[in-house]
T-cell receptor, first 111, second 115 residues
Framework: KQEVTQIPAALSVPEGENLVLNCSFTDSAIYNLQWFRQDPGKGLTSLLLIQSSQREQTSGRLNASLDKSSGRSTLYIAASQPGDSATYLCAVEEGAQKLVFGQGTRLTINP | EAGVTQSPTHLIKTRGQQATLRCSPISGHTSVYWYQQALGLGLQFLLWYDEGEERNRGNFPPRFSGRQFPNYSSELNVNALELEDSALYLC??????????????FGPGTRLTVL
């Protein structure tokens, strides 16, 4: 059974810092990995999708990497801003369009 | 372009009642997905509908059911509500390119509270 773990569960950093969020998964036979952002009580916003054949994806200040063999992904956020405060979720697609989510990292950027 | 919409925003029911949640996908998307986000359990996959058919189902009891209409909108029905069904229910949609994964776009959710 696929399990997705995100460390740390919560992170608080001062504005302007670069930071890394971690995601690990137990079964490397994944199709894709997706990073989402969730604001309190809201739905999910897709940030980056990395297909299984890719190693990384970039969008603006965000960069996500994928190492299938080790079952790891990282989300790098450069020059953090208070508006980046949210919960960040990692999800892997294990087939038949089913996403398996981690518990998320709650990020707080302090002005 | 309008995103995924869900109704109602909030729903309050009592134990044993039935709840019906609705989802309208992004125009042109044929697949609809339902997820449950209960406190402390994280997001869990519930159901996937594509072109009116149930394609995949998560580890939930049969009292969780749904359907997809010809216009690709979808309903999630939860029968015999239990307190632990209280959660945020998220709907997502994607285009359907058979044989490959399509990015899922999420709606704002329906907050179901069971008293």
């Amino acid at each position: 059974k696929q399990e997705v773990t995100q460390i740390p569960a919560a992170l608080s950093v001062p504005e302007g810092e670069n930071l890394v969020l971690n995601c690990s998964f137990t079964d490397s036979a994944i199709y894709n990995l997706q990073w989402f952002r969730q604001d309190p009580g809201k739905g999910l916003t897709s940030l980056l999708l990395i297909q299984s054949s890719q190693r990384e994806q970039t969008s603006g200040r965000l960069n996500a990497s994928l190492d299938k063999s080790s079952g790891r992904s990282t989300l790098y956020i450069a020059a953090s801003q208070p508006g980046d405060s949210a919960t960040y979720l990692c999800a892997v697609e294990e087939g038949a369009q089913k996403l398996v989510f981690g518990q998320g990292t709650r990020l707080t950027i302090n002005p | 372009e309008a995103g995924v919409t869900q109704s109602p925003t909030h729903l309050i029911k009592t134990r044993g009642q039935q709840a019906t949640l609705r989802c309208s996908p992004i125009s042109g998307h044929t697949s609809v997905y339902w997820y449950q986000q209960a406190l402390g359990l994280g997001l869990q996959f519930l159901l996937w509908y594509d072109e009116g058919e149930e394609r995949n189902r998560g580890n939930f009891p049969p009292r969780f059911s749904g359907r997809q209409f010809p216009n690709y909108s979808s309903e999630l029905n939860v029968n015999a509500l239990e307190l632990e069904d209280s959660a945020l229910y998220l709907c997502a949609s994607s285009p359907r390119d058979k044989g490959s994964y399509n990015e899922q776009f999420f709606g704002p959710g329906t907050r179901l509270t069971v008293l």
